[in-house]
Protein backbone atom coordinates (compact mmCIF):
# COMPACT_ATOMS: atom_id res chain seq x y z
CA UNK A 1 0.00 0.00 0.00
CA UNK A 2 1.45 3.67 -0.61
CA UNK A 3 2.59 5.49 1.97
CA UNK A 4 0.86 8.80 0.22
CA UNK A 5 -2.81 9.61 0.32
CA UNK A 6 -1.74 11.55 -2.92
CA UNK A 7 -0.09 9.71 -6.36
CA UNK A 8 0.06 11.64 -9.75
CA UNK A 9 -0.13 10.14 -12.89
CA UNK A 10 -1.05 11.21 -16.27
CA UNK A 11 -4.60 13.32 -17.03
CA UNK A 12 -6.06 10.76 -19.16
CA UNK A 13 -9.82 11.94 -19.30
CA UNK A 14 -11.08 14.45 -17.01
CA UNK A 15 -13.51 14.23 -14.71
CA UNK A 16 -14.03 14.21 -10.90
CA UNK A 17 -15.18 10.96 -8.91
CA UNK A 18 -15.12 9.22 -5.60
CA UNK A 19 -15.83 5.48 -5.14
CA UNK A 20 -14.47 1.81 -3.84
CA UNK A 21 -11.55 0.78 -5.52
CA UNK A 22 -11.84 -2.39 -7.34
CA UNK A 23 -8.34 -4.03 -8.24
CA UNK A 24 -8.68 -5.81 -11.19
CA UNK A 25 -6.32 -8.57 -12.21
CA UNK A 26 -7.20 -10.98 -14.75
CA UNK A 27 -4.07 -13.18 -14.30
CA UNK A 28 -4.91 -14.49 -11.04
CA UNK A 29 -7.38 -16.65 -12.56
CA UNK A 30 -5.70 -17.55 -15.34
CA UNK A 31 -4.01 -21.14 -15.25
CA UNK A 32 -1.91 -21.54 -17.82
CA UNK A 33 -0.36 -24.92 -17.29
CA UNK A 34 -3.27 -27.05 -18.41
CA UNK A 35 -1.77 -29.93 -20.41
CA UNK A 36 -3.65 -30.62 -23.67
CA UNK A 37 -2.93 -32.46 -26.62
CA UNK A 38 -1.59 -30.57 -29.59
CA UNK A 39 -4.57 -31.09 -31.71
CA UNK A 40 -7.05 -29.85 -29.02
CA UNK A 41 -5.27 -27.02 -27.86
CA UNK A 42 -5.00 -25.60 -31.55
CA UNK A 43 -8.89 -25.66 -31.93
CA UNK A 44 -9.71 -24.52 -28.95
CA UNK A 45 -6.92 -22.00 -30.03
CA UNK A 46 -8.96 -21.27 -33.37
CA UNK A 47 -12.37 -21.30 -31.58
CA UNK A 48 -11.05 -18.77 -28.99
CA UNK A 49 -9.82 -16.55 -31.47
CA UNK A 50 -13.05 -16.50 -33.60
CA UNK A 51 -15.05 -15.97 -30.29
CA UNK A 52 -12.54 -12.80 -29.23
CA UNK A 53 -13.29 -11.68 -33.01
CA UNK A 54 -17.22 -11.83 -32.62
CA UNK A 55 -16.99 -9.82 -29.20
CA UNK A 56 -14.24 -7.08 -30.85
CA UNK A 57 -16.78 -6.74 -33.77
CA UNK A 58 -19.43 -6.48 -31.79
CA UNK A 59 -17.98 -3.76 -29.94
CA UNK A 60 -16.78 -2.23 -33.70
CA UNK A 61 -20.16 -1.96 -34.77
CA UNK A 62 -21.93 -0.27 -31.83
CA UNK A 63 -19.39 2.24 -32.60
CA UNK A 64 -19.90 2.98 -35.50
CA UNK A 65 -23.86 3.26 -35.57
CA UNK A 66 -22.70 5.58 -32.66
CA UNK A 67 -21.17 7.74 -34.97
CA UNK A 68 -17.41 6.80 -33.34
CA UNK A 69 -15.95 6.26 -36.70
CA UNK A 70 -12.63 6.78 -35.31
CA UNK A 71 -13.03 5.19 -31.81
CA UNK A 72 -14.20 2.26 -33.93
CA UNK A 73 -11.03 2.09 -35.90
CA UNK A 74 -9.57 0.76 -32.82
CA UNK A 75 -11.53 -2.27 -32.95
CA UNK A 76 -10.74 -2.87 -36.63
CA UNK A 77 -7.40 -2.48 -36.46
CA UNK A 78 -7.38 -4.96 -32.79
CA UNK A 79 -9.36 -7.45 -35.09
CA UNK A 80 -6.85 -7.06 -37.86
CA UNK A 81 -4.06 -7.92 -35.19
CA UNK A 82 -6.14 -10.66 -33.79
CA UNK A 83 -6.81 -12.96 -37.12
CA UNK A 84 -3.08 -11.98 -38.31
CA UNK A 85 -1.76 -15.36 -39.75
CA UNK A 86 1.74 -14.88 -37.94
CA UNK A 87 -0.04 -14.83 -34.31
CA UNK A 88 -1.96 -18.03 -34.84
CA UNK A 89 1.62 -19.65 -36.52
CA UNK A 90 3.80 -19.15 -33.69
CA UNK A 91 1.45 -20.34 -31.35
CA UNK A 92 0.37 -23.23 -33.15
CA UNK A 93 4.81 -24.29 -33.15
CA UNK A 94 5.23 -23.54 -29.91
CA UNK A 95 2.14 -26.03 -29.22
CA UNK A 96 3.52 -28.71 -31.76
CA UNK A 97 7.18 -28.43 -30.96
CA UNK A 98 6.94 -28.00 -27.30
CA UNK A 99 3.25 -29.80 -25.82
CA UNK A 100 2.20 -26.11 -24.71
CA UNK A 101 -1.07 -25.23 -23.83
CA UNK A 102 -3.42 -23.15 -25.93
CA UNK A 103 -3.30 -20.13 -23.51
CA UNK A 104 0.56 -20.29 -22.59
CA UNK A 105 1.22 -20.70 -26.47
CA UNK A 106 -0.95 -17.57 -27.26
CA UNK A 107 0.51 -15.74 -24.29
CA UNK A 108 4.43 -16.81 -25.64
CA UNK A 109 3.56 -15.64 -29.40
CA UNK A 110 2.11 -12.22 -28.20
CA UNK A 111 5.06 -11.11 -26.19
CA UNK A 112 7.22 -12.57 -28.70
CA UNK A 113 5.71 -9.96 -31.11
CA UNK A 114 4.96 -7.15 -28.63
CA UNK A 115 8.96 -7.08 -27.62
CA UNK A 116 9.76 -7.36 -31.56
CA UNK A 117 7.80 -4.02 -32.62
CA UNK A 118 9.31 -2.18 -28.77
CA UNK A 119 12.86 -3.24 -29.64
CA UNK A 120 12.54 -1.10 -32.75
CA UNK A 121 12.64 2.09 -30.46
CA UNK A 122 9.34 3.44 -32.17
CA UNK A 123 6.67 5.13 -30.12
CA UNK A 124 3.92 4.08 -33.21
CA UNK A 125 4.77 0.70 -32.94
CA UNK A 126 5.16 0.40 -29.08
CA UNK A 127 2.12 1.51 -29.25
CA UNK A 128 0.69 -1.20 -31.59
CA UNK A 129 2.81 -3.59 -28.97
CA UNK A 130 0.59 -2.83 -25.88
CA UNK A 131 -2.80 -3.93 -28.77
CA UNK A 132 -1.13 -6.85 -29.24
CA UNK A 133 -0.72 -7.45 -25.65
CA UNK A 134 -4.86 -6.28 -25.62
CA UNK A 135 -6.45 -8.80 -27.83
CA UNK A 136 -3.93 -11.38 -26.53
CA UNK A 137 -4.91 -11.36 -23.00
CA UNK A 138 -9.02 -11.70 -24.45
CA UNK A 139 -7.55 -14.86 -25.85
CA UNK A 140 -5.78 -15.68 -22.72
CA UNK A 141 -9.35 -15.75 -20.36
CA UNK A 142 -11.47 -16.84 -23.02
CA UNK A 143 -8.92 -20.25 -23.37
CA UNK A 144 -8.14 -20.02 -18.91
CA UNK A 145 -12.39 -19.17 -18.24
CA UNK A 146 -10.77 -16.15 -15.97
CA UNK A 147 -12.97 -13.18 -14.88
CA UNK A 148 -13.72 -10.43 -17.04
CA UNK A 149 -13.83 -6.93 -15.93
CA UNK A 150 -17.64 -7.11 -16.00
CA UNK A 151 -17.24 -10.26 -13.78
CA UNK A 152 -16.03 -8.27 -10.98
CA UNK A 153 -17.80 -5.21 -11.17
CA UNK A 154 -20.96 -5.96 -9.16
CA UNK A 155 -21.12 -2.50 -7.49
CA UNK A 156 -20.16 1.11 -8.62
CA UNK A 157 -15.98 1.17 -8.99
CA UNK A 158 -13.32 3.17 -9.39
CA UNK A 159 -11.08 0.52 -11.46
CA UNK A 160 -7.29 -0.02 -10.50
CA UNK A 161 -5.24 -1.77 -12.62
CA UNK A 162 -1.88 -2.30 -14.42
CA UNK A 163 -3.35 -1.75 -17.94
CA UNK A 164 -6.91 -1.96 -19.50
CA UNK A 165 -7.96 -2.72 -23.02
CA UNK A 166 -10.36 -0.85 -24.85
CA UNK A 167 -12.53 -3.90 -24.82
CA UNK A 168 -12.36 -3.96 -21.18
CA UNK A 169 -14.27 -0.54 -21.23
CA UNK A 170 -16.46 -1.22 -23.67
CA UNK A 171 -17.85 -4.38 -22.05
CA UNK A 172 -18.75 -2.92 -18.62
CA UNK A 173 -21.95 -0.83 -17.52
CA UNK A 174 -20.95 3.01 -18.03
CA UNK A 175 -22.75 3.60 -14.70
CA UNK A 176 -20.75 0.54 -12.84
CA UNK A 177 -17.31 2.05 -13.93
CA UNK A 178 -16.84 5.31 -12.23
CA UNK A 179 -13.64 5.73 -13.86
CA UNK A 180 -10.36 3.74 -14.10
CA UNK A 181 -6.67 4.34 -12.26
CA UNK A 182 -3.72 2.68 -14.19
CA UNK A 183 -0.10 1.59 -13.22
CA UNK A 184 0.74 1.67 -16.83
CA UNK A 185 -0.04 3.69 -20.06
CA UNK A 186 -0.02 6.69 -21.75
CA UNK A 187 -2.19 9.54 -22.87
CA UNK A 188 -2.18 8.40 -26.58
CA UNK A 189 -3.41 4.44 -25.79
CA UNK A 190 -6.08 3.47 -27.40
CA UNK A 191 -7.26 2.93 -24.40
CA UNK A 192 -7.32 6.44 -23.21
CA UNK A 193 -8.60 7.63 -26.57
CA UNK A 194 -11.62 5.50 -25.99
CA UNK A 195 -11.88 6.86 -22.70
CA UNK A 196 -12.33 10.23 -23.43
CA UNK A 197 -14.37 9.30 -26.12
CA UNK A 198 -16.87 7.73 -23.82
CA UNK A 199 -16.10 10.24 -20.84
CA UNK A 200 -14.65 8.14 -17.72
CA UNK A 201 -12.82 9.89 -16.11
CA UNK A 202 -9.13 8.42 -15.80
CA UNK A 203 -5.60 8.83 -14.66
CA UNK A 204 -2.73 6.53 -16.13
CA UNK A 205 0.92 6.30 -15.79
CA UNK A 206 0.42 6.22 -11.93
CA UNK A 207 3.38 3.09 -11.14
CA UNK A 208 3.31 0.08 -9.53
CA UNK A 209 2.34 1.87 -5.95
CA UNK A 210 -1.36 1.44 -7.44
CA UNK A 211 -1.14 -2.13 -7.12
CA UNK A 212 -0.49 -2.43 -3.58
CA UNK A 213 -3.99 -0.74 -2.69
CA UNK A 214 -6.65 -2.99 -0.88
CA UNK A 215 -10.10 -3.82 -2.67
CA UNK A 216 -12.88 -1.03 -1.29
CA UNK A 217 -10.63 1.44 -0.23
CA UNK A 218 -11.86 5.00 -0.94
CA UNK A 219 -10.78 6.61 -4.24
CA UNK A 220 -10.81 10.38 -5.43
CA UNK A 221 -9.81 10.38 -9.14
CA UNK A 222 -9.51 13.68 -10.81
CA UNK A 223 -9.14 13.03 -14.64
CA UNK A 224 -8.26 16.41 -15.41
CA UNK A 225 -5.19 16.79 -12.60
CA UNK A 226 -4.15 13.35 -13.27
CA UNK A 227 -4.50 13.15 -9.12
CA UNK A 228 -5.62 9.62 -7.32
CA UNK A 229 -6.54 10.91 -3.61
CA UNK A 230 -5.99 7.16 -1.64
CA UNK A 231 -8.54 7.22 1.56
CA UNK A 232 -9.26 11.16 1.48
CA UNK A 233 -9.78 12.72 4.76
CA UNK A 234 -13.03 14.43 5.37
CA UNK A 235 -11.67 17.97 4.39
CA UNK A 236 -10.24 16.41 1.04
CA UNK A 237 -13.31 14.39 0.60
CA UNK A 238 -15.21 17.62 0.93
CA UNK A 239 -13.08 19.56 -1.00
CA UNK A 240 -13.22 16.88 -4.16
CA UNK A 241 -17.18 16.75 -3.31
CA UNK A 242 -17.31 20.57 -4.19
CA UNK A 243 -15.01 20.28 -6.90
CA UNK A 244 -17.41 17.68 -9.01
CA UNK A 245 -20.71 19.26 -7.99
CA UNK A 246 -19.06 22.80 -9.16
CA UNK A 247 -18.01 20.95 -12.54
CA UNK A 248 -21.21 19.40 -12.59
CA UNK A 249 -23.25 23.14 -12.29
CA UNK A 250 -20.82 24.81 -14.22
CA UNK A 251 -21.23 22.25 -17.31
CA UNK A 252 -25.04 22.66 -17.32
CA UNK A 253 -24.43 26.44 -17.34
CA UNK A 254 -22.52 26.14 -20.49
CA UNK A 255 -25.08 24.49 -22.29
CA UNK A 256 -27.23 26.87 -21.88
CA UNK A 257 -24.62 29.49 -23.43
CA UNK A 258 -24.40 27.30 -26.36
CA UNK A 259 -26.26 30.09 -28.56
CA UNK A 260 -24.41 33.24 -26.86
CA UNK A 261 -22.40 35.41 -29.33
CA UNK A 262 -18.52 35.07 -28.98
CA UNK A 263 -17.55 38.18 -28.26
CA UNK A 264 -15.38 40.10 -25.45
CA UNK A 265 -17.24 41.97 -22.96
CA UNK A 266 -16.15 45.09 -24.83
CA UNK A 267 -17.57 43.90 -28.26
CA UNK A 268 -14.77 42.15 -30.06
CA UNK A 269 -16.16 39.44 -31.95
CA UNK A 270 -13.81 35.94 -31.95
CA UNK A 271 -14.98 33.19 -33.91
CA UNK A 272 -14.88 29.78 -32.27
CA UNK A 273 -14.71 26.89 -34.33
CA UNK A 274 -14.56 23.24 -33.62
CA UNK A 275 -11.48 20.76 -34.88
CA UNK A 276 -13.28 17.16 -35.95
CA UNK A 277 -12.14 13.80 -37.96
CA UNK A 278 -15.64 12.49 -38.67
CA UNK A 279 -19.00 13.79 -39.73
CA UNK A 280 -20.28 12.41 -35.54
CA UNK A 281 -17.62 14.96 -34.33
CA UNK A 282 -18.40 17.55 -36.85
CA UNK A 283 -22.13 17.10 -35.60
CA UNK A 284 -20.95 17.11 -31.77
CA UNK A 285 -18.99 20.34 -32.72
CA UNK A 286 -22.32 21.99 -34.50
CA UNK A 287 -24.54 21.49 -31.48
CA UNK A 288 -22.12 22.95 -29.17
CA UNK A 289 -22.33 26.00 -31.43
CA UNK A 290 -19.25 26.00 -33.51
CA UNK A 291 -19.23 28.41 -36.28
CA UNK A 292 -17.46 26.30 -38.30
CA UNK A 293 -14.70 23.84 -38.31
CA UNK A 294 -10.82 25.20 -37.81
CA UNK A 295 -9.30 21.83 -39.01
CA UNK A 296 -10.82 18.75 -39.99
CA UNK A 297 -8.10 16.10 -40.06
CA UNK A 298 -8.14 13.75 -43.08
CA UNK A 299 -5.83 11.29 -42.08
CA UNK A 300 -8.24 8.38 -40.90
CA UNK A 301 -9.62 8.01 -44.62
CA UNK A 302 -5.83 6.69 -44.95
CA UNK A 303 -5.06 4.68 -42.24
CA UNK A 304 -6.01 1.38 -41.25
CA UNK A 305 -6.99 0.11 -44.61
CA UNK A 306 -4.73 -2.00 -47.59
CA UNK A 307 -5.63 0.98 -49.98
CA UNK A 308 -5.41 4.62 -50.21
CA UNK A 309 -8.75 6.37 -50.94
CA UNK A 310 -10.21 7.36 -54.35
CA UNK A 311 -11.24 10.61 -54.93
CA UNK A 312 -14.79 9.71 -55.12
CA UNK A 313 -14.54 8.43 -51.52
CA UNK A 314 -12.90 11.65 -49.98
CA UNK A 315 -15.34 13.83 -51.76
CA UNK A 316 -18.45 11.96 -50.23
CA UNK A 317 -16.88 12.41 -46.73
CA UNK A 318 -15.70 16.30 -47.50
CA UNK A 319 -19.45 16.46 -48.95
CA UNK A 320 -21.14 14.72 -46.14
CA UNK A 321 -19.49 17.42 -43.42
CA UNK A 322 -20.35 20.19 -46.05
CA UNK A 323 -23.89 19.45 -45.64
CA UNK A 324 -23.76 19.25 -41.73
CA UNK A 325 -22.03 22.68 -41.85
CA UNK A 326 -24.24 24.38 -44.83
CA UNK A 327 -22.53 27.70 -45.62
CA UNK A 328 -19.53 27.69 -42.38
CA UNK A 329 -16.19 27.42 -43.34
CA UNK A 330 -14.46 24.47 -43.06
CA UNK A 331 -10.30 24.21 -42.78
CA UNK A 332 -9.38 20.81 -44.52
CA UNK A 333 -5.94 19.64 -43.26
CA UNK A 334 -4.41 17.79 -46.57
CA UNK A 335 -3.05 14.19 -45.50
CA UNK A 336 -0.62 14.54 -42.42
CA UNK A 337 1.27 11.27 -41.93
CA UNK A 338 4.79 10.22 -40.98
CA UNK A 339 5.72 10.85 -37.45
CA UNK A 340 3.98 8.63 -35.49
CA UNK A 341 0.80 8.11 -38.40
CA UNK A 342 1.82 5.43 -40.58
CA UNK A 343 -0.67 4.17 -43.80
CA UNK A 344 -0.84 0.37 -44.33
CA UNK A 345 -1.20 1.42 -48.24
CA UNK A 346 1.67 3.65 -48.69
CA UNK A 347 4.22 2.27 -46.56
CA UNK A 348 7.33 4.61 -45.52
CA UNK A 349 10.53 3.78 -44.58
CA UNK A 350 11.83 3.70 -41.13
CA UNK A 351 13.82 6.78 -40.12
CA UNK A 352 16.03 7.61 -36.86
CA UNK A 353 14.19 10.43 -36.14
CA UNK A 354 10.66 10.21 -37.69
CA UNK A 355 9.51 13.57 -36.65
CA UNK A 356 12.11 15.37 -38.03
CA UNK A 357 11.57 12.86 -41.27
CA UNK A 358 9.36 12.98 -43.90
CA UNK A 359 6.15 13.84 -43.00
CA UNK A 360 3.34 16.55 -43.82
CA UNK A 361 3.41 18.44 -46.57
CA UNK A 362 6.78 16.91 -47.69
CA UNK A 363 5.13 13.60 -48.50
CA UNK A 364 2.43 15.07 -50.32
CA UNK A 365 4.94 17.26 -52.32
CA UNK A 366 7.70 14.38 -53.12
CA UNK A 367 4.47 12.10 -54.24
CA UNK A 368 2.25 14.30 -56.14
CA UNK A 369 -0.44 12.02 -56.78
CA UNK A 370 -1.39 11.77 -53.25
CA UNK A 371 -1.55 15.16 -52.86
CA UNK A 372 -3.24 15.93 -56.30
CA UNK A 373 -6.06 13.83 -55.87
CA UNK A 374 -6.83 14.91 -52.04
CA UNK A 375 -7.14 18.69 -54.05
CA UNK A 376 -9.31 17.57 -56.65
CA UNK A 377 -11.97 15.78 -53.98
CA UNK A 378 -11.40 19.25 -52.07
CA UNK A 379 -11.76 21.47 -55.06
CA UNK A 380 -15.46 19.55 -56.01
CA UNK A 381 -16.56 19.68 -52.45
CA UNK A 382 -15.81 23.48 -52.49
CA UNK A 383 -18.21 23.64 -55.34
CA UNK A 384 -20.99 23.29 -52.53
CA UNK A 385 -19.49 24.43 -49.27
CA UNK A 386 -16.66 27.12 -48.15
CA UNK A 387 -14.00 24.49 -47.92
CA UNK A 388 -10.53 26.20 -47.33
CA UNK A 389 -7.45 23.76 -47.79
CA UNK A 390 -4.71 23.79 -45.35
CA UNK A 391 -1.27 22.10 -45.80
CA UNK A 392 0.57 21.06 -42.70
CA UNK A 393 4.43 20.88 -41.41
CA UNK A 394 5.12 23.36 -44.04
CA UNK A 395 9.19 24.81 -43.25
CA UNK A 396 9.88 26.37 -46.55
CA UNK A 397 8.37 29.38 -48.93
CA UNK A 398 9.01 26.89 -51.39
CA UNK A 399 6.70 24.50 -50.34
CA UNK A 400 3.70 26.54 -50.04
CA UNK A 401 4.56 27.69 -53.49
CA UNK A 402 4.91 24.40 -54.74
CA UNK A 403 1.44 23.08 -53.05
CA UNK A 404 -0.13 26.40 -54.95
CA UNK A 405 0.76 25.09 -58.21
CA UNK A 406 -0.63 21.64 -57.23
CA UNK A 407 -3.62 23.48 -56.25
CA UNK A 408 -3.80 25.06 -59.62
CA UNK A 409 -2.71 22.27 -61.64
CA UNK A 410 -6.17 20.36 -60.18
CA UNK A 411 -8.07 22.93 -60.99
CA UNK A 412 -6.65 22.88 -64.48
CA UNK A 413 -7.67 19.16 -64.83
CA UNK A 414 -11.43 19.66 -64.07
CA UNK A 415 -12.04 23.00 -65.73
CA UNK A 416 -10.93 20.30 -69.07
CA UNK A 417 -12.94 17.74 -67.83
CA UNK A 418 -15.98 19.94 -67.04
CA UNK A 419 -16.44 19.28 -63.74
CA UNK A 420 -17.62 21.89 -61.41
CA UNK A 421 -15.50 23.02 -58.51
CA UNK A 422 -14.57 25.95 -56.74
CA UNK A 423 -12.78 28.59 -58.81
CA UNK A 424 -11.49 30.71 -55.75
CA UNK A 425 -10.09 28.12 -53.12
CA UNK A 426 -7.76 29.41 -50.07
CA UNK A 427 -4.31 27.70 -49.66
CA UNK A 428 -3.48 27.87 -45.74
CA UNK A 429 -0.43 26.72 -43.84
CA UNK A 430 -0.01 24.97 -40.89
CA UNK A 431 2.87 27.15 -38.05
CA UNK A 432 4.13 24.20 -36.36
CA UNK A 433 7.90 24.58 -36.93
CA UNK A 434 9.75 27.82 -35.66
CA UNK A 435 11.24 27.97 -38.69
CA UNK A 436 7.88 29.30 -40.17
CA UNK A 437 6.80 31.19 -37.30
CA UNK A 438 9.81 32.87 -38.05
CA UNK A 439 9.75 33.54 -41.44
CA UNK A 440 5.68 34.15 -41.13
CA UNK A 441 6.33 37.43 -43.01
CA UNK A 442 7.45 36.01 -46.58
CA UNK A 443 4.97 32.90 -45.38
CA UNK A 444 2.31 35.52 -45.54
CA UNK A 445 2.91 36.78 -48.65
CA UNK A 446 2.12 33.47 -50.17
CA UNK A 447 -0.31 32.10 -47.85
CA UNK A 448 -4.29 32.92 -47.68
CA UNK A 449 -4.05 32.18 -43.96
CA UNK A 450 -2.28 30.77 -40.98
CA UNK A 451 -3.16 28.34 -38.04
CA UNK A 452 -0.80 27.36 -35.63
CA UNK A 453 -0.49 24.27 -34.60
CA UNK A 454 0.81 24.32 -30.78
CA UNK A 455 1.04 20.88 -29.97
CA UNK A 456 4.06 20.57 -32.70
CA UNK A 457 4.90 24.09 -32.34
CA UNK A 458 5.88 23.49 -28.96
CA UNK A 459 7.69 20.69 -28.74
CA UNK A 460 10.09 21.69 -31.99
CA UNK A 461 10.45 24.86 -29.72
CA UNK A 462 11.34 22.60 -26.95
CA UNK A 463 13.30 20.25 -28.38
CA UNK A 464 10.81 18.14 -26.20
CA UNK A 465 9.05 15.00 -27.48
CA UNK A 466 5.19 15.15 -25.82
CA UNK A 467 4.64 11.62 -25.76
CA UNK A 468 8.11 11.08 -23.91
CA UNK A 469 7.25 10.57 -19.89
CA UNK A 470 10.73 11.04 -18.97
CA UNK A 471 10.65 14.86 -19.91
CA UNK A 472 7.34 15.87 -20.01
CA UNK A 473 7.51 18.29 -17.77
CA UNK A 474 9.53 20.40 -20.29
CA UNK A 475 6.66 20.25 -22.79
CA UNK A 476 5.21 23.71 -21.75
CA UNK A 477 2.82 24.56 -24.41
CA UNK A 478 2.44 28.39 -22.35
CA UNK A 479 6.78 28.98 -22.41
CA UNK A 480 7.42 32.66 -23.29
CA UNK A 481 9.57 31.25 -25.98
CA UNK A 482 6.39 30.13 -27.95
CA UNK A 483 4.20 32.78 -26.62
CA UNK A 484 6.48 35.03 -28.47
CA UNK A 485 6.70 33.02 -32.04
CA UNK A 486 2.50 33.31 -31.86
CA UNK A 487 2.65 36.81 -31.45
CA UNK A 488 5.49 37.32 -34.10
CA UNK A 489 3.19 34.79 -36.57
CA UNK A 490 0.18 37.06 -35.58
CA UNK A 491 1.91 40.63 -35.84
CA UNK A 492 3.08 39.21 -39.85
CA UNK A 493 -0.12 37.78 -40.57
CA UNK A 494 -1.97 40.77 -39.43
CA UNK A 495 0.68 43.08 -41.56
CA UNK A 496 -0.99 41.08 -44.56
CA UNK A 497 -4.14 40.50 -43.88
CA UNK A 498 -4.37 37.62 -43.06
CA UNK A 499 -5.92 35.27 -40.18
CA UNK A 500 -4.85 33.46 -37.53
CA UNK A 501 -6.56 30.36 -36.07
CA UNK A 502 -5.25 28.50 -33.10
CA UNK A 503 -5.79 24.59 -33.38
CA UNK A 504 -3.79 22.44 -31.79
CA UNK A 505 -4.23 21.92 -28.20
CA UNK A 506 -3.72 25.47 -26.46
CA UNK A 507 -6.68 26.44 -28.47
CA UNK A 508 -8.90 24.53 -26.38
CA UNK A 509 -7.28 25.73 -23.22
CA UNK A 510 -9.66 28.26 -21.15
CA UNK A 511 -6.95 29.61 -19.25
CA UNK A 512 -4.94 30.48 -22.30
CA UNK A 513 -7.47 32.02 -24.13
CA UNK A 514 -6.84 35.14 -22.89
CA UNK A 515 -3.15 35.36 -23.65
CA UNK A 516 -3.96 33.99 -27.15
CA UNK A 517 -6.54 36.52 -27.87
CA UNK A 518 -3.68 39.90 -26.56
CA UNK A 519 -1.58 37.85 -28.69
CA UNK A 520 -3.32 38.62 -31.84
CA UNK A 521 -4.82 35.49 -32.70
CA UNK A 522 -8.31 36.14 -34.48
CA UNK A 523 -9.65 32.40 -33.96
CA UNK A 524 -9.47 29.47 -31.39
CA UNK A 525 -10.51 25.85 -32.72
CA UNK A 526 -10.55 23.27 -30.29
CA UNK A 527 -12.48 19.90 -29.64
CA UNK A 528 -16.03 19.78 -29.12
CA UNK A 529 -16.24 18.89 -25.75
CA UNK A 530 -13.59 22.23 -25.13
CA UNK A 531 -15.90 24.97 -27.31
CA UNK A 532 -18.36 25.48 -24.37
CA UNK A 533 -14.80 26.19 -22.21
CA UNK A 534 -13.84 28.59 -24.49
CA UNK A 535 -16.90 30.32 -25.37
CA UNK A 536 -16.73 31.35 -21.52
CA UNK A 537 -13.14 32.82 -21.25
CA UNK A 538 -13.77 34.86 -24.17
CA UNK A 539 -17.20 36.77 -22.75
CA UNK A 540 -15.29 36.94 -19.78
CA UNK A 541 -12.43 39.57 -20.59
CA UNK A 542 -12.09 42.63 -22.25
CA UNK A 543 -9.83 42.78 -25.42
CA UNK A 544 -7.65 45.73 -23.81
CA UNK A 545 -7.47 43.57 -20.33
CA UNK A 546 -6.10 40.52 -22.85
CA UNK A 547 -3.47 42.74 -24.60
CA UNK A 548 -2.04 43.65 -21.19
CA UNK A 549 -2.32 39.74 -20.03
CA UNK A 550 -0.10 38.96 -22.95
CA UNK A 551 2.14 41.88 -22.72
CA UNK A 552 3.04 40.74 -18.72
CA UNK A 553 3.28 36.85 -20.24
CA UNK A 554 5.53 38.08 -22.68
CA UNK A 555 7.87 39.44 -20.07
CA UNK A 556 7.91 36.33 -17.92
CA UNK A 557 10.74 34.09 -17.42
CA UNK A 558 9.21 30.69 -17.74
CA UNK A 559 5.89 28.94 -18.18
CA UNK A 560 5.47 28.68 -14.31
CA UNK A 561 5.03 32.23 -14.32
CA UNK A 562 2.86 32.60 -17.14
CA UNK A 563 0.85 30.33 -15.39
CA UNK A 564 0.99 32.37 -11.99
CA UNK A 565 -0.73 35.03 -13.85
CA UNK A 566 -3.75 33.14 -14.99
CA UNK A 567 -4.15 31.81 -11.47
Known amino acids: MPTSHLLCGLAA ?13 PSVTMDLSVAEPPEKAIARLDAAIAKVDEVIAAHETQLRQDGRIEEAEIFEAHRMLLVD ?14 A ?71 SVPRDMLLGFALAEGGVTTHSTILARALSIPSVVGLGDAILRLSDGMLLGLDGAAGQLHIEPDTNELHRLQRARASQDAYTYALRAEVGLPTVT ?4 AVLLLANASTVAEVQEGLAWGAAGLGLLRTELLFMERPDLPSEEEQLALYAAVGAVMPGLPITVRTLDVGGDKYLEAFPMPHEENPFLGWRG ?24 ADIRIMIPMVTTIDEVRQARALLQQAMAELEAEGVEYNHT ?82 GGDPQATPILLGLGVDELSCGPNSLPLVRAAIRAITSSDA ?14 EVQALLI
Do not use: W
Open 547 to 560: TKLAERALACANAA
Open 361 to 384: VRIGLSRPELLLTQMRALLRAGAH
Open 13 to 25: APGIVIGPALIFD
Open 100 to 170: QSAARAIRIAGEEQAAELVELDDAYLSARAADIRDVVDQVQRHLTGAKSLVEYLTTPSVVVARHLGPSDLM
Open 85 to 98: PSLRERAVNLILKG
Open 425 to 506: PQLGVMIEVPAAALNAEALAREADFFSLGTNDLTQYTLACDRGNSRIASLYQPLDPAILRLIGMTCAAAHRHGRMVTVCGEL
Open 265 to 268: QDGK
